[in-house]
């Protein structure tokens, strides 16, 4: 094969939704061997790219060539011929199967002997492919019971799995393959990428600029449906990346540093000695008004079950939580709530808002009360629509109005709903578990501008996260876990913030 | 500090989506259309006043119970018991009404049906048992406690001020019993959308990972809408005795099928979050409008079970919003 031919070529591609453009003349090359970064808002047409390219969604127009030949568009079984495999962001694999019986899900043909499957066979192939992967996980593991960043790397190993099987070179999609994996799993990954670049082509959609700058060495910005830009990595940077998605110049300072606090007020939340038996080895936390401690550690350390504990959606077996001096029911939401804790969970769609809800009846949930007449029970239409709609202003969210159900939100302005429903409401303490998941540039800065916003005015705020640009810009101090252990606690003043580095040490 | 996005404008509404947007809601009201037509058609009776009022009095007592079921099903459960209340309570009434008097009645046959879903919801939250298993379960012990209470016959009574009651015209042409149901229905509609049990109902049913994160009591308004099912069951079963003439050990025996088809063919999910008591009113005329019209037509009885099990497959099949559901099960 000549390696002047791009590995995967797409020409004029313009795809219409009704009066809508996803996509509008997107010429994209990928080189053979090549691992090329696509880059987008939320709602740039990254989605519908990879769709287009994997046969899913049929464009309206243009064409696409693997290897130099046309593929026929619209057809996922023509696309996967060519050697195309797609990891997508939301998990396609089958929880009850054990991992090799998902790696090669729908190619079991080629293992069959008189109708029987060559179960032996199969978990052979899979283990070499997962062990040339570095993935330390077992063939013959139930999918279901290994971690959500395990399953991702089962995914990915799946489709490198697909280019043992036919004899094509595989061209791999991977959509925000990094969203959800902890950094050891990132880096797992991304070692793996550059292991296998003499074998694949290797496309990468991300919201995260690092990964992009870590194994690309091209990258194509998408904007309104049209590509904005293509350069070599060793060219771009990250503001350069920045203007090309967001189509603006980034302000200086994108965690707002400058607006960071020096003084805070009184002790919000202390927490002492919290006991969860496997998860949480007394770990003490305490966090001033108008403070933000961030609180690190990698999948497993214990951070996620901190924040439920702290925001009463698990019982502490043993430990006090005090918030304002008053010491709260362990496992109690409503002690949380009367508390004024609020919450904005990791998992949006499943524990942040109800998606076959409006905006309004999701805002006004946890202050529905407050808008009772007097002692009556009965609610004021009115005035629930005017706070609704004062908030949808304030924290500007897009939203073509506050009767619009939320899931046709994109994943920012759902987010900032569910910020909305708790300032209506008005909260002393806020518990937020991985506040930018999912979310672009673009809505993450907002996001990041409010929380400066909400310490000014006096709100202690604890931030768990897995993105760690994002702990060390926003927090005051950063606090590390390490098997449900504090490892560490770091100082980081707006002037002198910590190296990423010098916080991973405590982690791992 | 202001910052600018940019952002494709929002697509123009055209005039389709307003009916799109409505369809669940405007279909029953299609096929209702359509099945007035077609009965009258076939003998013009259908369509007279008397005739209505037929209907409304048919199916005074089945709006009830399937509002009682909407309460439950709005948070995503289901109350299998509603039909065996119905019964329950029916008897209670007939039993107390000569001693007691028909206040008295009225009072032990709803507060029989709330005890009933007191229980129901509790041991709910307490057991951790599906709501279709433990209303299941109540459903066999209330069915059998009536039998051993009637022992087999019809518990009769005296005193039919309450018979009188139901009947009454005191709107002339309409019986009483009509105007309970209707009042009934608007109040739980303006509960369901206007105060803080009918919006916590919706939420812990659209999501009771995000209700309970928002501080809403999940288990204690679980039990309220288990409670709210068995009293509007007990004034069913009461309004039900009263307009017979006595207490029956199979009073609510058909109503449990019809009342879930009229549930979800107005337009409440069964998986809850979406609907509400509004939607019912629909579907249950859809079914009285059928059993009705089919009667006045002289359709024979085992037909007409036949072409009532058509329609609601029929009717639920073009009604539901498939985009709602994750799995059909």
């Known amino acids: ?508 | 500090m202001e910052t600018r996005v940019s952002q494709p404008n929002p697509a123009p509404i055209r005039p389709g989506q307003w009916i799109a947007k409505h369809a669940v809601s405007l279909y029953p009201l299609l096929v209702i259309l359509a099945l007035a037509a077609l009965f009258t058609l076939q003998n013009p009776y259908f369509a007279t006043f008397d005739n209505v009022m037929n209907i409304g009095r048919q199916s005074s007592v089945l709006l009830l119970v399937a509002l009682a079921g909407t309460m439950v099903i709005m948070i995503g459960s289901i109350d299998l018991s509603v039909g065996s209340i119905v019964t329950l309570s029916g008897i209670v009434a007939a039993l107390t009404i000569d001693a007691a008097g028909p206040v008295a009645a009225v009072a032990a046959g709803i507060g029989a049906g709330l005890l009933v879903g007191l229980v129901n919801g509790m041991t709910l939250i307490t057991l951790k048992v599906p709501s279709f298993l433990v209303t299941l379960g109540m459903l066999s012990i209330l069915s059998g406690v009536a039998n051993m209470i009637c022992g087999g016959s019809s518990i009769m009574f005296m005193d039919l001020s309450l018979t009188d009651l139901v009947n009454a015209e005191y709107i002339p042409g309409i019986p009483t019993i009509i105007l309970v149901a209707l009042a009934a229905a608007a109040l739980l509609a303006f509960v369901a959308f206007n105060t803080v049990l009918g919006r916590y109902l919706f939420a812990i049913g659209g999501g009771e990972v995000v209700a309970a994160n928002s501080g809403v009591p999940v288990n204690r308004y679980k039990v309220y809408a288990f409670m709210l099912s068995g009293a509007l069951c007990g004034l069913a079963g009461v309004l039900l005795t009263a307009q017979v003439g006595a207490g029956t050990p199979a009073a609510g025996a058909n109503m449990l099928l019809d009342s879930i088809a009229a549930i979800v063919m107005g337009g409440t999910a069964l998986s809850g979050g979406i609907g509400g008591p509004q939607r019912t009113i629909l579907g249950v005329l859809v079914i009285a409008i059928l059993s009705n019209g089919m009667d006045v037509t002289e359709v024979s009885s085992f037909t007409q079970e036949v072409i009532k099990g058509l329609v609601i497959i029929l009717a639920v099949a073009s009604t539901i919003d498939r985009k709602k559901y994750a799995f059909i099960k």
Request: proline share 4%; aromatic share 6%.
């Open chain 1, 1 to 508: 094969m000549n390696t002047m031919v791009p590995a995967l070529e797409l020409r004029g591609v313009t795809k219409q939704y009704g009066p809508v453009t996803a996509l509008y003349r997107v010429n994209l090359s990928l080189e053979r061997h090549g691992v090329l970064g696509l880059v987008g808002e939320n709602g740039a047409g990254k989605s519908t790219l990879i769709s287009v390219i994997n046969g899913t969604v049929r464009p309206t127009e243009g064409d696409l060539f693997v290897g130099g030949a046309r593929v026929s568009l619209g057809s996922p079984a023509d696309a996967a011929r060519a050697g195309i495999a797609t990891v997508f962001q939301e998990q396609g694999l089958i929880a009850n199967l054990r991992v090799f019986e998902n790696m090669l899900l729908g190619r079991e043909a080629g293992f069959a002997k008189v109708g029987i499957l060559g179960k032996q066979a199969m978990t052979r192939l899979a283990a070499d492919v997962l062990d040339e992967l570095g993935i330390t996980v077992d063939p013959l593991a139930v999918t279901g019971s290994l971690a959500f960043g395990e399953r991702q790397l089962v995914e990915i190993a799946k489709a490198f799995a697909l280019g043992r099987i036919y004899p094509v070179e595989p061209v791999i999609l991977l959509d925000e393959p990094t969203s959800a994996l902890s950094d050891a799993e990132t880096q797992i990954l991304f070692n793996s990428i550059r292991r296998w670049r003499g074998k694949a082509s290797i496309i990468l959609v991300s919201h995260r600029l690092s990964d992009v700058f870590a194994v690309c060495d091209r990258v194509a910005a998408l904007k309104d449906g049209a590509i904005n830009g293509t350069w070599p990595v060793s060219e771009a940077t990250p503001d350069l990346l920045h203007e090309a998605i967001v189509g603006r110049v980034r302000s200086a300072g994108y965690y707002k540093e400058s607006e960071q606090r020096q003084d805070f007020g009184n002790v919000v939340l202390e927490a002492r000695d919290l006991v969860v038996p496997g998860q949480l080895d007394k770990v003490s936390l305490s966090v001033r008004a108008g403070e933000i401690v961030g609180v690190a550690g990698v999948l497993g350390s214990g951070k996620t079950t901190l924040g439920h504990a702290i925001a009463g959606a698990l019982a502490v077996k043993a430990g006090d939580i005090f918030v304002n001096g008053k010491r709260l029911r362990p496992g109690s939401l409503a002690s949380a709530l009367a508390a004024d804790i609020g919450n904005v969970p990791a998992e949006r769609n499943i524990a942040g808002v109800i998606g076959m809800h409006s905006v309004e009846w999701n805002l006004t949930l946890p202050s529905l009360r407050s808008f009772r007449f007097g002692r009556w029970p009965i609610l004021s239409s009115r005035r629930q629509g005017q706070v609704t709609d004062d908030w949808i202003k304030r924290l500007r969210v897009r939203t073509p109005g506050r009767a619009i159900q939320i899931r046709n939100l994109s994943g920012g302005n759902a987010q900032k709903v569910v910020f909305a429903k708790w300032l209506a409401r008005g909260i002393k303490l806020f518990v937020l578990d991985d506040p930018g998941r999912g979310l672009d540039v673009g809505a993450k800065e907002e996001i990041y501008a409010l929380l400066r916003k909400l310490a000014r005015e006096g709100v202690a705020i604890v931030l768990i996260s897995d993105n760690l640009p994002e702990i060390i810009g926003l927090s005051n101090r950063i606090v590390t876990l390490r098997s449900g252990r504090v490892s560490a606690e770091i100082a980081a003043p707006a002037h002198d913030k910590p190296a990423e580095t010098a916080v991973v040490t405590h982690m791992v």
